[in-house]
């Protein structure tokens, strides 16, 4: 049974930083690229960052380009998002999401295997 298991949300202040993590189980890790997707109410979910399996190619979208980095530790089975000069506007759940992709930037919410089950985020102005 594949998990995906987020942890690192809560309540922030804006300009904080938030480093967020996704523990792996029940999948070959290292045969998936991963990504980070959030959903705020009423909005869809959007593909933040992602990166392929062995973490040499990372894609960002316009929403945490420059404040943002993706990394994976493939012997740990982790990945994490490592957030910073955080706006209320980033407040949503953060869902953590595996798919068999080699090209990163074409990972799609429609396209994802398995995800996990989100972890909420909320940035005080």
């Known amino acids: 049974q594949v998990q995906l298991v987020e942890s690192g949300g809560g309540l922030v202040q804006a300009g904080d930083s938030l480093r967020l993590s996704c523990a792996a189980s029940g999948l070959t890790f290292d045969s998936y690229a991963m990504g980070w997707f959030r959903q705020a109410p009423g909005k869809d979910r959007e593909l933040l960052a992602a990166i392929n399996w062995s973490g040499s190619s990372t894609y960002y979208t316009d929403s945490v380009k420059g404040r943002s980095t993706i990394s994976r530790d493939n012997a740990e089975n982790t990945v994490y998002l490592q957030m910073n000069s955080l706006k209320p506007d980033d407040t949503a759940v953060y869902y953590c999401?595996?798919?068999?992709?080699?090209?990163?930037?074409?990972?799609?919410?429609?396209?994802?295997?398995?995800w996990g089950q989100g972890t909420q985020v909320t940035v005080a102005s």
């Open positions: 999401a595996a798919q068999a992709l080699l090209i990163v930037r074409r990972m799609t919410s429609e396209g994802v295997d398995y």
